[in-house]
T-cell receptor, first 110, second 116 residues
């Protein structure tokens, strides 16, 4: 069973700061997901990665398969980025159920 | 983009009653749907994998007779919590998979269940 560790668990930053959230896992995978969970509970899929790097707007996600590590970066952070960010791993590119990290609770203060 | 609708968004029920939660894919056919549970300040945990037209696959420790899953069509899966107890109070969320390799998952907005 894959063990997924996220750090930090909690992060408070000022608007405009560059944010990094880290994720490591114990067993090789074919896909890693970064998810955003808002206070109401709804979850949005931000990225699905199998290698390299992806960018969407101010969000960047990278993965190092050899080191079993991924990072999520937020540039020019904004209060609306405040949410819980969750790393999840699963095989089969989505066909298998995911194993989740505990999440990083991010607060961006204006 | 793909939309997954989950209903109800919240429900309060009395101990001993059953509650049904629906998960619908609105604009795509979902060959596989997943049901997750999240306790306060805990990570999401996979409960079961539901494949259209076949029996669900439950994760270890999840009682299949208590959490009934039906995936009768490519757009609808239901989770029924039978004989609910206060310890079943949790946040339940579904996600749907289109069946295309490397396609992202789409999540419902979740259902907050409170059993009194």
């Amino acid at each position: 069973k894959n063990e997924v560790e996220q750090s930090p668990q909690n992060l408070t930053a000022q608007e405009g700061e560059f944010i990094t959230i880290n994720c490591s896992y114990s067993v090789g995978i074919s896909a890693l997901h970064w998810l955003q969970q808002h206070p109401g509970g709804g979850i949005v899929s931000l990225f699905m990665l199998s290698s390299g790097k992806k960018k969407h707007g101010r969000l960047i996600a990278t993965i190092n398969i050899q080191e079993k590590h991924s990072s999520l970066h937020i540039t020019a952070s904004h209060p609306r980025d405040s949410a819980v960010y969750i790393c999840a791993v699963g095989g089969g590119g989505g066909a298998d159920g995911l194993t989740f990290g505990k999440g990083t609770h991010l607060i961006i203060q204006p | 983009g793909a939309v997954v609708s989950q209903h109800p968004s919240w429900v309060i029920c009395k101990s001993g009653t059953s509650v049904k939660i629906e998960c619908r894919s609105l604009d795509f056919q979902a060959t596989t749907m997943f049901w997750y549970r999240q306790f306060p300040k805990q990570s999401l945990m996979l409960m079961a994998t539901s494949n259209e037209g076949s029996k669900a696959t439950y994760e270890q420790g999840v009682e299949k007779d208590k959490f009934l899953i039906n995936h009768a069509s490519l757009t609808l899966s239901t989770l029924t919590v039978t004989s609910a107890h206060p310890e079943d109070s949790s946040f339940y969320i579904c996600s749907a998979y289109t069946g295309q390799y490397n396609s992202p998952l789409h999540f419902g907005n979740g259902t907050r269940l409170t059993v009194t």
